[in-house]
């Protein structure tokens, strides 16, 4: 066998024979020889050849190992280096295989394969080790190892060590997981590691100083080994170790690394630490001549490329050190820069960092092109950053870019800061109509009088929505004498918690009237904007027909919202109105549809313009498993107490009420209180009709199930107050056995003044909504290729009388087939409706045909 030779890979301290065992490192690599291939990626220092090399050692294995070389692109000779590498275990084998030539064929592979075969003893571990992979690019040498992978040999393993991603095809491979993939942080040093290899060098340092190390370190073996080794030998006190390690580091790279660089690479390497997006497509734009990406890429143990992100990621100590060097560049190359790498972001839906780049290079027109067409209602942190940028921007810039005034209205907007933002408007509307007339005058205007709509859209809770229609009215004049043609879809609708704005107490009637007047200002919006808010009345229609009850009208909105969305890219209306298809379709029991809704949930994903899709579908998906049972499905963000979203805190209700959802599921009752009482009472979900109607609901539930009947009960009340100006049902029947099991109690008690008729038929509907959901959750699991649950008992009797209900009999029937009476037939198919969840024949043919029953 041929073993790695030293030079080739740095001890943990160089010149000192301590070495100390990484148990999780190890422990890692034991549980990925169950894999044909580990691929071990990283750059130079990281100790990947001594880590597999004592790791084999150590677990007895029968090395094949290949230290390779750039010779080794000749087939020939990496064919003799391949049987050497068999002397040490099987000289025989090594002795035939050198008088075969490189199997080339598929004719030669199966000889080779077949020699392999019966060599290997059956109860021994192999492992073929192929060092330094990276400088492997014959496509012939590529080509066999990749089909040695591929071929089956028992209890064999093969590991690419590589300072790159290896240049075979893996795809396969990963799909069928067949490949372990270990990375640069796999191969760091934990801080205890490192702390336990100075104690095995008789190192004392204070436990501050060893986390500093470890900080600035990163945990790179070879930045360890250089500060043990000044340590040991005495070459730097442990006070300036800090000091002497960057001093130190920055020598030996300008010593042995940058002072041998062309000049061209040198200033390509430092504009890149003026950036942090090190795109490929970018880089390709930054350099000059397209030969210094392939003389970049030689410096491994400081720059790697991620084929998975196309990324390229430099060593922090490195980046510092060229971080250090940026004197090196002109005004004018620093400018360059920041301009190219502002442009590729912006091109590739970035706007944000594109704008952090554009005030680098002081081109103030880049940041409010890319400023303006950013969402309206975008997360506090963007709309903290925009205003603090415009701060900063000179007021030359502003009379140059009247964008900015537009902007910072929309930011202000944005933090609820409505007051603030309508003296601004107001005062921008002042200064342009004392200025001549003028095409981009009137545009801001336009912009100016849209933006008092939004607010006042926005605040519609506690004003008159009526007022509203001027300032759209003005805005649509204005744009008309801009002149000014909208080519796409420049602006996304942004969804509040409910898509109806109407607050309680309303009089009947007012969803309706508000639906209407707000259809009136969209007509304006959609002019102006090309198409903004196109679907929101049908999503606003929709929404009310669905708290009412009536799904099959809300169903139909909902598509209609969609296609229209859709049309104009108002992606969060086509994310609401899915929202609400998932909604219906667990009401009706319909699995087809909901796999559909997420598969379109799962589209949106892929679109970089949906700000916050991500959150969303967490959002969206989470209402789901929580209501179905399946918390474990829930993203980690929404179980946890403490960690809120990145939305818009104005759109941050739904979050909350899908929280207080799976609280629920969890039956941490006091949890969702305490919630609730934390709430914005402005703006949060009890602002709303429908939010307030829905945090009674849960209050209701909570306390009765905290066993506080009388509480309960008052919050049911009030719930069924609220639910009475539109005959809103749908809140109460989507509690399924919890409402049940209130309105059980309620309907008994004195002290509940309900009527027996509502109560009744809302305990029916949530019952029947209960049993639906079981079904769906059951048939998700399954569909999921989870396992089905356990079967219910059933007599066997009763498993007879489901066998005929699945071959569609009637019970009078079955009462004549089984010479049973009709009202026995009736009980038993009560009984098993009960077992199965069910709330009629055809859902309890389903479960029972899902469960192997019939």
């Not at 509480?711 to 029947?733: G, K, W």
């Amino acid at each position: 066998m041929q073993n790695p030779p030293l030079s080739n890979h740095l001890p943990i301290a160089p010149g000192s024979p301590v070495y100390i065992r990484r148990h999780a490192l190890h422990d890692l690599l034991k549980q990925s020889l169950q894999s044909p291939l580990i691929t071990v990626v990283a750059g130079a220092g990281y100790g990947k050849t001594q880590t597999i090399y004592s790791f084999l050692q150590e677990i007895g294995a029968v090395k094949i190992w290949l230290q390779l070389s750039e010779q080794d692109n000749l087939s020939w000779r990496f064919w003799e280096k391949f049987a050497q590498a068999f002397s040490d275990h099987n000289p025989a084998l090594a002795a035939l295989f050198k008088e075969l030539d490189f199997p080339q064929t598929e004719r030669q592979f199966e000889r080779y394969v077949s020699l392999s075969g019966k060599a290997m003893l059956p109860d021994t571990r192999y492992v073929f080790v192929f060092d330094d992979f990276h400088l492997i690019t014959d496509e012939s040498v590529l080509k066999f190892v990749e089909k040695q992978l591929t071929a089956f040999f028992p209890k064999a393993s093969a590991i690419l060590i590589s300072r790159t991603e290896p240049g075979i095809n893996l795809i396969s491979l990963l799909a069928k997981e067949m490949v372990v993939q270990i990375n640069e942080n796999d191969l760091c040093f934990r801080e205890d590691e490192m702390s336990e290899y100075f104690s095995l060098l008789t190192i004392t340092l204070p436990p501050q100083t060893v986390s500093d190390i470890y900080l600035y370190t990163g945990g790179w073996a070879f930045a360890i080994s250089l500060v043990g080794l000044w340590l040991k030998n005495g070459s730097v006190q442990a006070d300036y170790i800090l000091v002497a390690m960057k001093l130190n580091i920055s020598k030996l790279i300008e010593t042995e690394i940058f002072s041998d660089m062309s000049e061209g690479l040198q200033k390509f390497l430092v504009k890149l630490s003026l950036i942090d997006h090190l795109s490929m497509d970018l880089l390709r734009d930054l350099a000059p001549d397209p030969t210094l990406i392939g003389e970049m890429e030689k410096i491994s143990a400081f720059i790697r490329y991620d084929a998975n992100t196309n990324m390229y990621w430099i060593h922090h100590l490195f980046l510092e050190y060229l971080k250090q060097k940026q004197n090196l560049l002109s005004a004018r190359e620093r400018r360059e820069t920041y301009e190219k790498a502002a442009q590729w972001l912006a091109d590739n839906q970035n706007p944000l960092d594109a704008i952090t780049y554009y005030e680098k290079a002081e081109n103030y027109k880049g940041i409010a092109k890319n400023a303006y067409i950013i969402a309206r209602m975008i997360p506090d942190r963007v709309s903290r950053f925009l205003l603090d940028l415009l701060d900063r921007i000179p007021e030359e810039a502003y009379r140059e870019n009247a964008e900015f005034y537009i902007i910072k209205s929309k930011a202000l907007q944005s933090l609820a800061r409505f007051d603030e933002a309508s003296r601004h408007t107001y005062d921008t509307i002042k200064r342009f109509e004392t200025l001549p007339p003028s095409k981009l005058n009137h545009w801001v205007l336009s912009e100016c009088y849209l933006n008092l709509g939004y607010i006042g859209i926005w605040t519609a809770l506690h004003t008159n929505i009526r007022q509203l229609t001027y300032y759209f009215e003005q805005a649509h004049q204005h744009h008309l004498m801009s002149a000014r043609l909208v080519k796409g879809p420049i602006e996304h609708a942004s969804v509040s918690s409910y898509v109806n704005r109407v607050s309680y107490p309303v009089e009947k009637g007012y969803f309706k009237w508000s639906i209407d007047i707000f259809s009136e200002y969209i007509h304006y919006m959609s002019k102006i904007k090309n198409g903004l808010m196109h679907g929101m009345i049908d999503l606003a229609y929709a929404e009310m027909a669905y708290f009412k009850g009536d799904v099959k009208n809300a169903g139909k909105l909902a598509y209609q919202a969609i296609g229209k969305a859709r049309s104009k890219e108002q992606f969060q209306i086509e994310n609401r109105a899915l929202f609400f298809l998932l909604r219906i379709n667990l009401h009706t029991g319909n699995l087809t549809i909901i796999q559909e809704v997420f598969r379109q949930l799962d589209a949106q994903l892929t679109n970089k313009e949906f700000l916050g899709g991500y959150t969303m579908y967490d959002i969206i998906t989470g209402w789901f498993f929580a209501h179905i049972g399946q918390t474990d499905k829930l993203s980690g963000w929404l179980k946890s107490d403490f960690e809120k979203s990145d939305l818009n805190s104005l759109l941050y209700g739904l979050e909350e009420l899908v929280r207080a959802k799976y609280y629920l599921t969890e039956k941490k009752y006091a949890a969702i209180l305490d919630s609730f009482e934390n709430s914005d009472a402005k703006f949060g979900l009890e602002a709303f009709l429908l939010g307030k109607l829905e945090v009674l609901v849960l209050k209701a539930v909570c306390r009765f199930r905290l066993k506080n009947p009388g509480e309960a009960f008052a919050a049911l009340q009030e719930a069924y107050t609220v639910s009475q100006t539109e005959d809103f049902n749908m809140p109460f029947i989507e509690m399924g056995k919890d409402m049940r099991d209130l309105l059980d109690a309620a309907v008994k008690d004195p002290l509940c003044t309900l009527p027996a008729p509502w109560m009744e038929k809302i305990r029916e509907s949530a019952s029947t909504y209960a049993k639906k959901v079981s079904v769906i959750a059951r048939e998700y699991q399954y569909a999921s290729g989870g396992q089905p649950e356990i079967s219910p008992k059933l007599t066997a009797r009763e498993t007879e009388i489901l066998s005929d209900l699945a071959c569609g009999l009637t019970r009078k029937e079955i009462a004549k087939t089984r010479y049973l009476s009709e009202n026995t037939v009736k009980s038993d198919i009560k009984h098993i409706y009960h077992k199965l969840n069910a709330a009629n024949r055809a859902e309890a043919v389903r479960v029972a045909t899902a469960l192997n029953l019939v």
